[in-house]
């Protein structure tokens, strides 16, 4: 059973910046598709960004040029870093994996128990 376990987040103003890590356990020798997702109250749960099985990378259109998704094979870690913050990306951010290649689809099967975001005016 895959499990994926996510840290980094945490309260900032504006402008500012943070970096999530999502680590994942019991993780065969499989390559996986994985993804950052968010959701905001209220509001349906989001794609941020995604690799998919060949390491190709989608953004959604909001945190284009602000946000990077990175990963650390090695370390069965990914990684986003999220740079000049703004409140609309306030949310919980949640780390999602999956053999199929859903890109920014929130349909992947195995997710982490999120971390909040809130970025403060």
Known sequence: QLRLVESGG?????GGS???????????????????FRQAPGKEREGVA???SDDITTYADAVKGRFTIT????KHTLYLQMNSLKPEDT???????????YGLEATYKYWGQGTQVTVSS
């Open 91 to 101: 949310g919980m951010y949640y780390c999602a994996a999956d053999l199929v290649d």
């Open 50 to 52: 995604a690799f998919d």
């Open 18 to 36: 943070l970096r999530l890590s999502c680590t994942a356990s019991g993780f065969p020798n499989i390559r996986y598709c994985m993804g950052w």
């Open 10 to 14: 945490g309260s900032v103003q504006a």
């Open 71 to 74: 990963k650390d094979s090695a």
